[in-house]
């Protein structure tokens, strides 16, 4: 498996605000790697650091084998990268800077350009200054997916989008990982990092807090029950790894953790299951799981998105 991006103890800080705190990131060649957190978990400050705006206070992070900062001129020949909130030459119109980006990456890709603008149903000819925000992501989509590049960087792309541009972009990063991509995707649409990483990273307060493939992460979620029995449950408060309880008239829902799973059906089942529903825990449990109790926006300050 080839490393395409890899920090090691990234850490930056802005005085004595340390946004980010020891980060470890890897991403292999014709992967989809989600980046998740709040506002404010360090996400946004960790990819300007990969894209060599910032210089990191200590640790290293190379892309391509070639390190981010000293060499960051070489490793954008081949990255692509789509911000969340796009500023474009108001004066230009959309098609002038889709052209201008790809020249400047040395080609131009006509017929894989016409396509995407049709796909987007982007108007290339609109000055960019009428282009609402959507309009905007689409063309800086356009323009990243229309370049041949070996790493797309993609920070909340899909910002501004309706669903259905939502649809098409996630084809698009599916087509790239066909083709042997590597594709960092830092989003809060949990449902988008869902269908389309290998592996996901949560990062809180600057820290890596959860890191691996989604079926690594499940143990850490709970599953959801809905269960009508013939008699009443007796103590099922008392049973370990039970939580969530809301007694109904004929039916309980509860959640319980995935390790206590074996005992706890064992248990109702003494009470004669009538109906019994179960619903598999999803990157969003992981996710609130892990801020249960926290406040999200404590450090939106230095520390970016």
Known sequence: M???LKTTNLTKKFGKFTALDGVDIEVNKGEVFGFI?????GKSTAIRVLLGILKATEGEVTIFGKDAWREAVEIHKRIAYVPGDVNLWPNLTGGEVIDFFLKLRGGNNKDKKEELINRFKL???????TYSKGNRQKVALVAAFSS????????????GLDPLMENIFQECVIQAKREGKSVLLSSHILSEVEKLCDRVGIIREGKMIETGSLHELRHLTRTNFVVETKEPIVSLNELKGVHGIDDREKE???????????????TISQY??????????TLEDL??????GTDETADSGAGGA
């Open 272 to 281: 004669g299951i009538i109906r019994l529903e179960s619903a598999p825990p």
């Open 252 to 266: 309980v829902s509860f959640q319980v953790d995935t390790e206590e799973l074996d005992h706890v059906i064992k």
């Open 37 to 41: 957190g709040p506002n404010g978990a």
């Open 148 to 159: 041949d590049a070996d790493l797309y960087i993609l920070d909340e792309p899909t910002s």
């Open 2 to 4: 080839v490393t395409i």
């Open 123 to 129: 108007d290339p000819g609109k000055k960019c200054s």
């Open 287 to 292: 996710f609130m799981r892990h801020y249960e």
